[in-house]
């Protein structure tokens, strides 16, 4: 099926910093989702989004649905060690549900 | 109640045994997913489960077997299993099915298999 790409595929931080992912794709969303996965568990529903140009925040998260529905980004704002995990993006479009690759946070304290 | 819940948390079995995967959700959710997750890659599709009748099946091997007894469980039954199917198995659940659209697909923690 159609892969989502994500970048960076991974990042070392320092805690504090701020960070910064996309998740790009040839084809247009309806909708894009960003999911948290600790090791060993399932991801947890971050932040969702419906509209192209919608920028949503959830605490120290925000989120973009990019204008062209292609794209959508990912912040988060002075991170802690806790922010340690994978973050996947996944698109819907129609009745196609798609996750993306993946970026692998790291968290220096 | 707003959780997906899956047991076992670990499972380990022989190539020989049959064994099952439960999922539970009591969000009156009409979605159900199951999902196989490799380490350190995107969970792929297995199943998907709308108003509890099988609407997808991503070309799964038949020694997977899905059932849904009712609207609140999923279970995955599992025979003559390869080690290459050791992976953390996910369940998820959403409002409607994926074909309504704009729907937020919610995960339970998953089974972690070991196949010897």
């Known amino acids: 099926g159609q892969q989502l790409n994500q970048s960076p595929q991974s990042m070392f931080i320092q805690e504090g910093e701020d960070v910064s992912m996309n998740c790009t794709s040839s084809?247009?969303?309806?909708?894009w989702l960003w999911y948290k996965q600790d090791p060993g568990e399932g991801p947890v529903l971050l932040i969702a989004?419906?509209?192209?140009?919608e920028l949503t925040s959830n605490g120290r998260l925000t989120a973009q649905f990019g204008i062209t529905r292609k794209d959508s980004f990912l912040n988060i704002s002075a991170s802690i060690p806790s922010d340690v995990g994978i973050y996947f993006c996944a698109g819907l479009t129609g009745n196609q549900f798609y996750f993306g690759t993946g970026t692998s946070l790291t968290v220096i304290p | 109640d707003t959780e997906v819940t899956q047991t076992p948390k670990h499972l380990v079995m022989g190539m020989t045994n049959k064994k099952s995967l439960k999922c539970e959700q009591h969000?009156?959710?009409?979605?159900m997913y199951w999902y196989k997750q490799k380490a350190k890659k995107p969970p792929e599709l297995m199943f998907v489960?709308?108003?509890?009748?099988?609407?997808i099946n991503e070309s799964v091997p038949s020694r997977f077997s899905p059932e849904c007894p009712n609207s609140s469980l999923l279970n995955l039954h599992l025979h003559a299993l390869q080690p290459e199917d050791s992976a953390l198995y996910l369940c998820a659940s959403s409002q409607e099915s994926w074909l309504a659209g704009n729907n937020e697909q919610f995960f339970g923690p998953g089974t972690r298999l070991t196949v010897l």
């Open positions: 969000m009156g959710h009409r979605a």
């Open positions: 489960y709308s108003y509890e009748k099988l609407s």
């Open positions: 084809s247009i969303f309806n909708t």
């Open positions: 989004l419906y509209k192209a140009g």
